[in-house]
């Protein structure tokens, strides 16, 4: 039975939970994890306990954004941990992406459009040319034109993507939530089922997963729930 297409947020306290975590899921989920945090808390050291030896694909979150030298000397730094995807703002331009893809040219770099916590009025306070949907389309076609390998947008712009971008690109869609949790620092989301209907390749689901008394019962859930809908649609 292959994994689902899940990558699962290991928002962890500290090491020894994001590790735990791992375990429980890696059986169900394609992906782990690893955000800005826990990867300035514990270092490189982060990937090699959460990947154990599960030989799980690590998504390396860490959405560089500064100018094109320093960004490849950042993807550089961390192309020997052999992620399969890090990410980038697609916002800091396309030399900066371009210097990224050449940097680590085995790991995907999957561009950052517009972040799944803003909404179209806080586009409008910063100043950026919305609605959202048009801002992640500009973002994602310039993105592709740098060399991305992925891009990461919302549910809700995942469709839109797809039409704007073609099918090979990897479409990874943070914001999804299983129907009756809670939205919570989110501002576009959408359910696992409606974000593969849209296009989406691969879900970030953090806490319906980590927060559940049983996080590997929850990806197991959540992973099944997605095979039945794939079923049912073939």
């Not at 390396?60 to 399969?84: C, E, F, N, S």
């Not at 050449?102 to 306070?125: C, F, R, W, Y």
């Amino acid at each position: 039975m292959n994994p689902a297409p899940i990558a699962v947020a290991l928002d962890a306290p500290n090491l020894e939970t994001a590790a735990r975590w791992a375990t429980l899921v890696t059986p169900h989920v394609s992906t782990v994890k690893v955000g800005l945090e826990l990867y300035l808390r514990y270092g490189p050291d982060v990937v090699a306990s959460v990947r154990g030896a599960s030989g799980v694909q690590v998504f390396l979150d860490l959405k560089l954004h500064d100018i094109p030298a320093t960004v490849a000397g950042a993807a550089h730094a961390v192309a020997h941990l052999k992620p399969a995807y890090l990410t980038v703002h697609a916002g800091g331009g396309p030399a900066m992406i371009r210097a990224a893809v050449e940097a680590a040219p085995q790991t995907k770099i999957a561009a950052v459009t517009v972040l799944t916590s803003l909404s179209d009025d806080d586009l409008t306070g910063l100043g950026l040319a919305g609605p959202a949907s048009d801002a992640v389309r500009r973002l994602s076609a310039l993105a592709v034109e740098a060399g991305a390998h992925a891009l990461v947008c919302s549910p809700m712009e995942a469709a839109a993507v797809r039409a704007e971008v073609g099918p090979d690109v990897t479409l990874i869609t943070p914001g999804v939530r299983p129907r009756g949790s809670a939205a919570q620092d989110q501002a576009r989301v959408a359910t696992p089922e409606e974000a593969l209907a849209a296009g989406a390749d691969l879900l970030v689901i953090g806490r319906p997963i980590t927060a559940a008394p049983d996080p590997g019962a929850a990806a197991a859930g959540i992973a099944a729930a997605l095979r039945r809908t794939s079923a049912a649609r073939s």
